[in-house]
C-alpha cells in the first residue's frame, strides 16, 4: 500500500496556521532562561549551611569531639574556632624550616608550619568572633586574603583556603555570611596568628 502524501494547498496552510499558533503559545508560557528566584530568608540559610559544609569550613573551624567511633564535630561549638587554652602539643622547631612537615593540633583548628603558628577563628556571631562584620568587610576578605579586607592590611596566614573562595559569585559569598551569622553566638577569643619566634616563646 502507498501513502498519498499530497496534500491540498489548504490543507498545508492550515497546518501551518496551527504550527505558528502553536510555536507563539509555547514561546509565551516557557520560562525564562535565568529566572530570578527570590529564596526566602530560611532557603538562604540552608543554602549557606550546604556551602559551609560543601567549603570545608567546619574542618579548621569547628572544635571537635573525640570517641570509640572516631571524631565527629562538635555541634554544641560549630565554627567558633580555636577552643581558647585547650592543650597544644610542644612544637619540634624544624617545623619552621622550609620543606619540613606542617602540623595541626587534634581538633584541626591550629596550626604550625613554615609561617608560624595559627588558629582558625571564631566565624559565629559573637564579640569575639564575626560580630560587627558586614557583608562587604566578609567578601573583600575572601577576595583579598587580607584579614578583615583592609587594604594594607595583614595577609590571611595558612592554612585559611581564602583562595578557593575569592572567584566565587557574590551572591555566594553573602549566602555564606548569612548563614555564619544566623549561629549562636559562641564566646570563644581565638590568638592572633604568631610568627616562629612567638610561636616557640609561646606557653602552652
Ligand atoms: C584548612 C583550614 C581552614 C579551612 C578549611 C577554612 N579556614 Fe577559615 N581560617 C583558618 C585559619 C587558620 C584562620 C586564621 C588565619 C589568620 O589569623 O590569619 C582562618 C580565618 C578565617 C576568617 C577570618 C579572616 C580574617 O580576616 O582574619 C574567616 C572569615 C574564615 N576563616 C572563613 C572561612 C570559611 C567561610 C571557610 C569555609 C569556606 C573557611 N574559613 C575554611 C583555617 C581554615
Known amino acids: 500500500m502507498q501513502w498519498d502524501l499530497n496534500l491540498s494547498p489548504t490543507l498545508t496552510m492550515k497546518m501551518i496556521n496551527v504550527v505558528l499558533i502553536l510555536a507563539i503559545v509555547v514561546g509565551c508560557t516557557q520560562k525564562k532562561e535565568n ?9 538562604v ?49 624544624r617545623v619552621f624550616q622550609p620543606g619540613h612537615w606542617t602540623y595541626f593540633n587534634a581538633h584541626l583548628t591550629a596550626a604550625v608550619g613554615v609561617w608560624g603558628m595559627s588558629f582558625s577563628r571564631n566565624l559565629t556571631p559573637h564579640e569575639t568572633g564575626l560580630k560587627g562584620w558586614t557583608q562587604e568587610v566578609f567578601i573583600a576578605t575572601m577576595r583579598s586574603g587580607k584579614h578583615m579586607g583592609i587594604e594594607h592590611g595583614r595577609p590571611i596566614m595558612p592554612p585559611m583556603p581564602w583562595e578557593n573562595l575569592k572567584d566565587l559569585p557574590e551572591e555566594d559569598l553573602i549566602t555564606i555570611f548569612k548563614y555564619l551569622q544566623s549561629l549562636p553566638p559562641i564566646d570563644n577569643f581565638v590568638p592572633e596568628p604568631m610568627n616562629p619566634s612567638q610561636a616557640i616563646a609561646f606557653k602552652y
Open 35 to 43: 529566572p530570578t528566584v527570590e529564596l526566602s530568608e530560611e532557603q
Open 45 to 93: 540559610i540552608a543554602r549557606g549551611r550546604q556551602l559551609v559544609s560543601l567549603g570545608g569550613c567546619h574542618d579548621c573551624h569547628t572544635p571537635k569531639i573525640f570517641d570509640a567511633s572516631g571524631m565527629h564535630l562538635d555541634q554544641s561549638r560549630l565554627l567558633s574556632g580555636h577552643p581558647n587554652g585547650s592543650q597544644l602539643p610542644p612544637i619540634d622547631e
